[in-house]
């Protein structure tokens, strides 16, 4: 009994059974509309295992959401909302996307400079619902909504300015071929290379995606964030705003400056995001956008899904990823609306919020237990 | 005078189903439950009301329907964070990704896969009849409009003037002391986030039966969130809320009306008009409004 109530105790426990819940819920629903769950969970899983190229395909899909995932969690270790996230990811992509185009330079300086570049306009985007914040008292999901819209409006507005407008496409020129973080983009385009994958079926499911360096760059930064939130001081100051904003303020903590720089580290790791989606994806350029892609958003369910951590994110966005990828498969399987995948992964988040009566439960269990010995104790001792 | 009541009518249009929408969060949040999935509760409410006015062709059973969605949704929410004590915040995001998803998937369910219903045939009916002319036809808004303003009206008197309204008000600023008074502050929470729900569907069918006639993925697109933000810039107020919307209503209208005019502004970036407007009204006046005291949290019975 108390191994089955610690183990309930753990934190893990409570988002495991989220994610079963979330399978449950889209079974019933998909079961109600008249699908076969079984088969269309296995069709599923088949889109996500089935082949390598699924995999790495999915990998490529969780690499911007374990960033902007991780920015929420960032933000939020200090009781803030990153909504805005999709904002500087836009503003990410954007700046990476120009420097990509205006700046030829070797793989080893064009790399760093486009990741600089977005990372940069993400902080400074980030920083600013900080400010609105800090000085103003502007809630940062009112900020950060707002501040979505014009980030895409503006990037619209870019995308389609002559200097930068691709003729006869929705988007912009794809950045130069040396800011491509895919592996050998040049190699891929010839002879040899087509003969190469043709010879080594599994190598070449893979170099036929998308598959990119960007997860090892994301891994970093995810790391990096970990390190500064649990070893600085700056981490523990931040945490401690976190958790109690008057005491923190007391023990003479600057809550405005750390509200700041919070934001801006946050809207950092979204502009990563933005960038390395430029330099991995097809087609490395800025597409006008008429609704939001949900890069950014969709980093919200990642971080809640992980429980904050930033390491949690890199777990809960390749989940999130297999999700949004293999939903695909369903659709092709079985025809039921991928609309399931979104469904299946708000029930997971809604679950996750509901997780804190677990141990709650297990206190229940323990007491019942232990009511229920003393008194066996007592019958045993009177009879 | 002619551009100006097409710009007056433009703006009611647009800002009626935030005006709901933000009756529904100044009455959640009065009451202590912060409701960030009013977008979700929105987007369930548009379609509901789009299908159920397509198939009876009766916008009004759509309307009433959009309701029920929205305060069905709103049961889960509030489940979420009065029962379980969740994370208000996160159940809310829980909603906004459910809502969208359950609309779009029920949308493709009943009218053959497509991610678009059939336009309703029969939309709201106008305030003017439909042969209005002149300054009548650019004032011609439909029902829904007075409806809003009613509400806007009610809630007030029901908030200001009422026991109930006092009971509201109690339990969203001391939960505690209302309890000790009798007050069963669960039962206020629940009727208060229900009727958000009921509220905020509402506002979701007001814009699929009668500015457009059909639900898609972008009919509610930042509604919910821009009522959210007329809820902190008016004070957490029935009428501030209203103000608010009806002034983000005229930035919008402002952009339709400039966009179809002369004036060569790019469209993007008067599109970003009203939420910049927003951010810098925000400025002037968000330090000075002050939330109810235990919006957000829990109430734990004898918890400190």
């Known amino acids: 009994m108390n191994k089955f109530t610690s183990l309930l105790r753990k934190p893990i426990t409570g988002t495991i059974i989220a994610i079963l819940m979330g399978f449950l819920c889209a079974a019933v629903i998909l079961a109600c509309a008249g699908y076969n769950p079984i088969h269309a969970l296995s069709a599923m899983l088949q889109g996500i295992f089935g082949r390598p190229k699924y995999m790495a395909n999915i990998i490529v899909k969780a690499t911007p959401i374990i960033l902007t995932g991780c920015s929420v969690a960032f933000a939020y270790k200090m009781g803030l909302f990153n909504i805005g996230a999709e904002g500087q990811y836009i503003f990410g992509a954007l700046a990476a996307c120009l420097t990509g185009i205006t700046v030829n330079l070797s793989p080893w300086l064009e790399i760093p400079l486009i990741l600089l570049a977005g990372m940069a306009a993400g902080a400074l985007y980030g920083a600013l619902a900080g400010w609105l914040k800090a000085k103003f008292n502007i ?187 293999g939903g695909q498969s369903l659709q092709y399987v079985v ?49 | 005078m002619n551009t100006f009541t097409l710009l007056i009518g433009v703006a009611l249009m647009y800002a009626t189903p935030m005006v709901l929408a933000a009756l529904g969060g100044v009455i959640s949040e009065r009451a202590g439950v912060t409701n960030i999935g009013i977008e979700g509760m929105m987007t369930i409410g548009a379609f509901t009301g789009a299908a ?38 996160v159940s809310g995001v829980a909603i906004n990704l459910i809502g969208p998803a359950l609309a779009l998937f029920f949308c493709r ?74 007050i069963n502050v669960e039962f206020v929470r629940y009727v208060c986030v229900i009727i958000s729900g009921i509220l905020a569907g509402m506002g979701g069918a007001a814009v699929t039966l009668s500015i457009v006639s059909q639900f898609s993925q972008t009919s509610i697109a930042g509604q919910g969130y821009m009522a959210l933000a007329a809820v902190i810039f008016g004070s957490w107020l029935p009428h501030g809320a209203f103000l608010a919307c009806i002034l983000f209503g005229l930035a919008q209208a402002l952009v339709v009306v400039l966009g179809g005019g002369a004036v060569s502004v790019p469209s993007e970036i008067l599109a970003m008009l009203p939420y910049v407007m927003t951010i810098i009204i925000l400025i002037f006046f968000a330090g000075k409004s002050r939330a109810p005291k235990a919006n957000g949290q829990p109430y734990i019975k004898g918890k400190r």
């Not at chain 1, 995606?209 to 931040?238: C, H, P």
């Not at chain 1, 989606?277 to 950014?296: D, T």
């Not at chain 2, 036809?137 to 908030?159: C, E, G, K, P, S």
């Open chain 1, 139 to 325: 809630h940062e999901v009112i900020s950060g909504i707002m501040l979505n819209w014009i980030a895409m409006y503006f990037s619209n507005f870019i995308t389609g300015m002559e200097a930068f407008h691709k003729p006869n496409t929705s988007g912009t020129f794809p950045i130069n071929v040396s800011g491509f973080t895919t592996f050998f983009p040049n190699w891929k385009a010839t002879e040899e290379a087509a003969q190469f994958m043709k010879d080594n079926p599994f190598l070449g499911d893979i170099l036929r995606t998308d598959f990119n360096a960007g997860i090892i760059i994301a891994i970093a930064l995810v790391l990096l964030s970990s390190y500064i939130l649990y070893k600085t001081s700056k981490g523990y100051q931040l945490r401690a705003v976190g958790s109690n904003r008057y005491a923190a303020e007391f023990a003479g903590i600057d809550v405005k400056k750390n509200i700041i720089e919070t934001m801006m580290f946050a809207g950092l790791l979204a502009g990563a995001s933005g960038a390395l989606a430029i330099m991995g994806n097809n087609p490395h350029a800025v597409l006008e956008i008429a609704a939001f892609e949900g890069n950014g958003l969709n980093g919200l369910s990642v971080a809640f899904i992980a429980n904050g951590s930033p390491i949690g994110c890199i777990f809960s966005g390749l989940l999130f990823g297999g999700l949004l990828y």
């Open chain 1, 335 to 383: 025809g039921a609306p991928t609309e399931i995948v979104n469904i299946m992964v708000g029930t997971i988040v809604f679950f996750v919020a509901l997780k804190d009566i677990i141990p709650v439960i297990a206190d229940k269990m323990e007491h019942r237990a232990a009511t229920k010995k003393l008194v066996d104790q007592k019958e045993g001792a009177s009879s």
């Open chain 2, 52 to 89: 159920v006015g397509y198939f009876t062709n009766n916008p009004w059973l759509g309307v009433l329907a959009a309701g029920l969605a929205g305060g069905l949704t709103a049961i889960l929410h509030a489940l979420a964070s009065i029962t379980f004590k969740a994370d208000q915040t």
């Open chain 2, 109 to 182: 369910l009943c009218f053959d896969g497509s991610a678009v219903t059939e336009p309703v045939n029969a939309k709201l009916p106008k305030l003017f009849g439909d042969n209005a002319t002149g300054i009548l036809a650019n004032l011609n808004v439909d029902f829904m409009v007075i409806i809003a303003i009613l509400a806007t009206v009610i809630m007030w008197i029901v908030l200001y003037k009422t026991k109930w309204g006092l009971r509201i008000r109690a339990v969203g600023e001391n939960p505690a002391a209302a309890d000790t008074l009798g």
